[in-house]
């Protein structure tokens, strides 16, 4: 019994120094000079309290690309490009509900946003290909609507790529804004 005992130790001892190896062997990867984010409409949709009957609308996920110095739309940005709306994987917006945007009515569901930047106006697609890094694998063909908006200029620089929404009657605009150029997008539902 003894050393059935032992051997039930050493065991275990061995299984644990493995397990031990094992996860000092694992990379985690490094983090993201442009990280993700998310915005909701209404803002507060994921803060709600239990007494709250808030629901979210739209929810939109998306990297937050830094300025850094660059000089962002017409350099780092072409103007008359297709663009990825921020960094790394292409963004994506779910519409908890059918939407409005561009006079067409969009259903329920997960969709990619993409911008053409120009220096006046830009163009913002919403696109039914979904989980594409940037806009590398861009299809035009599977463009739900386009929308064009005017550009804004301010006066101060927004460091990170941004996103937010303010409420207008019957919808929202999604704001974006980055570097010293803001635009919106007016969602209706």
């Known amino acids: 019994m003894k050393n059935i005992f032992i051997l039930v130790f050493a065991l275990l001892c061995l299984g644990v120094k493995a397990q031990e190896n094992s996860a000092a ?10 990280p993700a984010d998310m915005v909701y409409y209404p803002l507060n949709a994921p803060k709600v309290k239990a007494d709250d009957a808030t629901k979210p609308i739209i929810k939109i996920i998306y990297s937050r690309p830094q300025k850094k110095g660059r000089e962002i739309f ?16 292409s963004t994506e917006v779910k519409f908890f509900q059918k ?8 259903k329920a569901g997960t969709y990619s946003l993409f911008a053409i930047p120009d220096k006046d106006k830009w163009t913002i697609i919403v696109n039914s290909q979904t989980d594409r890094w940037g806009a590398f694998t861009y299809d035009q063909s599977k463009d739900l609507v386009r929308v064009e908006v005017p550009v804004k200029t301010l006066v101060k620089p927004i460091e990170y ?29």
Do not use: C, H, M
């Not at 062997?25 to 442009?34: L, N, R, T």
């Not at 780092?76 to 790394?88: C, H, I």
């Open 161 to 189: 790529f941004s996103l937010t929404f303010t409420p207008k009657e019957k919808g929202a605009n999604l704001i974006i804004g980055w570097d010293k150029t803001q635009v919106e997008l007016p969602i209706g539902f």
């Open 74 to 89: 017409g350099v780092l940005e072409q103007y008359g490009k297709v663009w990825r709306f921020g960094a790394n994987e």
């Open 99 to 106: 939407v409005t945007i561009g006079g067409k009515k969009i």
């Open 25 to 34: 062997d694992i990379k985690f990867p490094v983090a993201d000079p442009s």
